[in-house]
């Protein structure tokens, strides 16, 4: 079994890369991050035709998550328990974003997860980050609790660089977010809570990154951020044969500036 996670940074501009890569890649599950459309809006047709279905949830242009899946889609589940809700203003009446979908595939519960950013450190969104993360992580840790052997991933976009290793300029990023250390121990709780990165193990030593800007030609220049985990549930972590990242992805007209990042399980 084949589960992978993309931050593709807008389903229908890019659909035709996505179908194409599944049609490839031989990945049974994929979560998607940054979808940035209605349910309404989504191509679920394209994913059909090629064997897929389809669980989103997005509301606006903004977020959106969603898993493909030729394994089985049970038990959706949009949002976890208590996810926090965020306003942009004292005005505006906090709403829980797009940006959680579980659903269990090939007995294997798979949460698409895109964490907040977090803007700047005192933003009002990094307080936001920060509470999101550590509910996450007392859920998570809740799952365990109740059955030690449950089979659960946490992939996505996780938006923090747990490593200095994890930037390819760490000095460029003091005093913002990503790397802070609020944000890497909150990164830290959740393994501690016992989900691995079992993707570290396959592609080890700096320089190895899934997130490239697109600007000052950061790709070709190597200058990236490696920000897109799969953290795996013990149950999992003992099935894991090989992981990699896509990072031919990121090359090409209309590429997203996430790479793809793909684990393998027996």
Known sequence: MRIATWNVNSVRSRVDRIVSWLDRSDVDVLAIQETKCKDS????????????????????????????????????????ENQPAFGKDTETDPVVEARAIAATCGGVRVWSLYVPNGRALGDPHYDYKLAWLDTLR????????????????????WNVAPTDDDVWDPELFEGKTHTSEPERARFRAIVDAGFADVVRPFTPGPRVYTYWDYTQLRFPKKQGLRIDFVLASPAVQKRVTGASIDREERKGKGASDHAPVVVELS
């Open 41 to 80: 809006q989504f191509p679920y047709e394209r994913f059909a035709e090629i064997g897929y279905e389809v669980a989103h949830v997005g509301v606006s242009q903004w977020n959106g998550v969603a898993i493909v899946s030729r394994v089985g889609l049970e038990n959706v589940q949009v949002a976890f």
């Open 138 to 157: 007392d859920d998570a840790e809740s799952w365990l609790t109740a059955d030690p052997d449950a089979q659960v991933v946490l992939v996505g976009d």
